[in-house]
Each structure stands twice: as structure tokens, then as C-alpha cells.
């Protein structure tokens, strides 16, 4: 595996499995403006994977769909933050707020990247990325003193710190005004680490691509 690919797919595979559950809330979110927002970054996130998985694939001899789809649910390289089915408001959004949070940080990290392709796609989707984090600031801003909304962030804060490298979480806590969560909070939280939730996904996820495997396409 080249030296890039294993972190093209960390952000092909965060951004396929968060859009495909942000997807979830189409048609009960619960106004219509939040129902036309989440599906638009839901699109967005599937777009950003699909180009990070194109640019790995380039190194590894493959294409853009066989490492979407043809992979086991163990392969993948997603953080638990994203593999977590929410079905709550107030976890959805602390979910959303967090992840774009992590998300500034890692990107600012690849757009710094000595290799050319990489930065200039994490530029190409930073561009995309800021609406997502106004809309993210927004619903935080409107919610942070809201004791469910407090709790889910307290609850959800060590699966986002998890999902930056080591070097990066001071960052993030600064970004946040959030204390770095022991290593005993991060237990099971950590990248490499799946949850549950992503197998049961995956077997959504992957159903027609496995039914039809020498035709479907996304």
C-alpha cells in the first residue's frame, strides 16, 4: 500500500459512512430546511469520498467502487465517530458540530501536505467543507446550553478526539474549548477499533453492489 493511501482511505471512509447516515435523516428531519441541509452534506460527504477514494485507488490498482463497496466491514478505515447509528436530534447535530471540528483539523493537516495531489484535493474540499461548518456552528450555537445537547456532546467528545491522529487532538481541544478525554475514555474508540453499527451498515450499504457485482455503480 502506498505511504498516502491508508490516509485517503481514513477520509474516503469517514466521509462515505457519516454521508450515508446523514442521508437517514431525509424526509424526517424535523423542519423542512434541515431535511434540504442534511441531505445536501450528506451528497457532499459521498462526493468528498468518492474523490479521495479515486486518488487512492489510483495508487492501489483499483477503482473508486471496489474499495466503496468490495471491502469487509473489518477492512474499512472509518472512525467509530461515524459508524454510530444517532437517532436523536441532539446526538445528530453534537455528532455533526464535532466531526466538522476534527474534520477543519485534519484537513488544514493534508492541505500542508509535501504532496501535491493530496493538499490540493483537501483544498478542493475545504471549500466545500465551510458550509458545513456554518451549519454545524450554527446549530451549536443555538443548542449549547441545551442540557441534552451538552450531554450528547459530553457522551460523543472522546469518539471525535479518537478520530484524529495523536498529534493533531491538541488542536482540536483548543478549537473546542473541550479537555482531552483520558486514555481510558478513548477505549474502543480509536481508529481500527469498529463498532457494531458499521457491519450493519455495510450489509445496507453493500447489498445491490453485491447483488449485481460486475454492474452496479454509485
Keep these: ?50 474523490a479521495a477514494y479515486e486518488l487512492a485507488a489510483a495508487d492501489l490498482g483499483t477503482d473508486a467502487d471496489a474499495l466503496a463497496f468490495d471491502r469487509r466491514p473489518e477492512e474499512y478505515r472509518c472512525a467509530p465517530l461515524v459508524e454510530l447509528r444517532l437517532l436523536d436530534w441532539a446526538h445528530a447535530i453534537a455528532r455533526r458540530w464535532l466531526y466538522e471540528e476534527a474534520d477543519a483539523v485534519r484537513i488544514a493537516a493534508l492541505k500542508a501536505d509535501t504532496d501535491p495531489e493530496l493538499a490540493g484535493l483537501a483544498a478542493k474540499i475545504d471549500r466545500e467543507e465551510a458550509y458545513h461548518r456554518m451549519h454545524a456552528a450554527m446549530w ?20 471525535a478526539v479518537a478520530l484524529l491522529p495523536q498529534e493533531l487532538r491538541p488542536e482540536l481541544a483548543a478549537r473546542t474549548g473541550l479537555a482531552l478525554p483520558s486514555d481510558t475514555l478513548l477505549q474502543g474508540k480509536e481508529r481500527g477499533e469498529h463498532t457494531p453499527q458499521l457491519a450493519e451498515l455495510w450489509d445496507e450499504m453493500t447489498s445491490v453492489r453485491r447483488s449485481a457485482p460486475a454492474g452496479a455503480r454509485w
Excluded: C, K
Aim: net charge negative; charged share 35%; no cysteine.
Design 140 to 159: 451549536h450555537e443555538r443548542l449549547r446550553h441545551e442540557p441534552r445537547f451538552r450531554e450528547a456532546v459530553e457522551e460523543l467528545w472522546p469518539y
Design 1 to 50: 500500500m502506498s505511504e498516502r493511501a491508508p490516509r485517503l482511505l481514513e477520509l474516503a471512509d469517514d466521509e462515505l459512512v457519516l454521508g450515508w447516515h446523514e442521508s437517514e435523516w431525509t424526509g424526517i428531519a424535523p423542519t423542512l430546511e434541515e431535511d434540504v441541509a442534511f441531505s445536501s452534506i450528506a451528497q457532499n460527504e459521498i462526493g468528498h469520498a468518492r
